[in-house]
């Protein structure tokens, strides 16, 4: 057994499970889904604060919840926010 054998290895994440739900809430007409960082694999642009979203953030992507009836919802509909940015969008401007 070498010395270094004791320490936790990092894991790789995997796929994620299919057996648990991903559950979006209703907030103001939008439907929203909390996503964590490793789910995260691109570069967005946050609409609350105009900066990036970047890979491995943790973050909200919220759409129309008229567009999502039927799924007439489409990808140029959703909106990546920093989760922040989204929980202080009522006291922008």
């Known amino acids: 057994m070498s010395p270094r054998s004791h320490r936790s290895r990092r894991r790789e994440p995997g796929p994620r ?5 991903v559950v ?3 907030e103001d007409g ?10 995260s694999t691109k570069t967005y642009r946050c609409p ?5 979203v970047r890979p491995g953030t ?4 919220v759409w129309p919840e008229a567009g999502s009836w039927a799924g007439q919802a489409t990808p ?4 990546h926010w920093h989760s922040p940015c989204w929980a202080a969008r ?3 401007r």
Do not use: F, N
Request: proline share 6%.
């Open 76 to 79: 140029d509909d959703r909106r």
């Open 24 to 26: 979006d809430t209703v």
């Open 17 to 21: 499970d299919p057996y648990v739900p």
């Open 90 to 92: 009522h006291r922008r």
């Open 48 to 52: 609350g604060c105009d900066q990036e």
């Open 30 to 39: 939008w439907v929203v889904r909390h996503l964590a960082g490793t789910s």
């Open 58 to 61: 943790a973050h909200v992507v």
